[in-house]
């Protein structure tokens, strides 16, 4: 199973941006569907924005225009440029692999220990 370790996350004013990272442990290339999540306090886990295998991306409403998803099978790594944040954008970020009744869905996959510590994103007024 691949393992996935976030980072990027940190604190900003609105308006400004952050990369997040997440980088696999083995290749993901074989994968076809990496998403990246977010939960917010008090608040459901969400999918933020997927990829697929070819390069095919999706994104909530609330981000599309402003978040953009890539990965780079070569380096085993999927991003997540964000852009014109906003103080809703803050919360903790996930990566996962998932099948595709989750990313053409937009369910989040059940919570167990396959999921990551995440990487918090705190966007200041």
């Known amino acids: 199973q691949v393992q996935l370790v976030e980072s990027g996350g940190g604190l900003v004013q609105a308006g400004g941006s952050l990369r997040l990272s997440c980088a696999a442990s083995?290749?993901?290339?074989?994968?076809?569907?990496m998403a990246w999540y977010r939960q917010a306090p008090g608040k459901q886990r969400e999918m933020v924005a997927g990829?697929?295998?070819?390069?095919?991306?999706k994104y909530a409403d609330s981000v599309k225009g402003r978040f953009t998803i890539s990965r780079d099978n070569a380096k085993n790594t999927v991003y997540l440029q964000m852009n014109s944040l906003k103080p809703e954008d803050t919360a903790v970020y996930y990566c996962?692999?998932?099948?595709?009744?989750?990313?053409?869905?937009?369910?989040?996959?059940?919570?167990?220990?396959?999921w990551g510590q995440g990487t918090q994103v705190t966007v200041s007024s």
């Open positions: 990829i697929t295998s070819g390069g095919s991306t």
């Open positions: 083995g290749s993901f290339s074989s994968t076809n569907f």
């Open positions: 996962k692999t998932v099948g595709p009744e989750y990313y053409f869905t937009g369910v989040p996959p059940p919570l167990d220990a396959s």
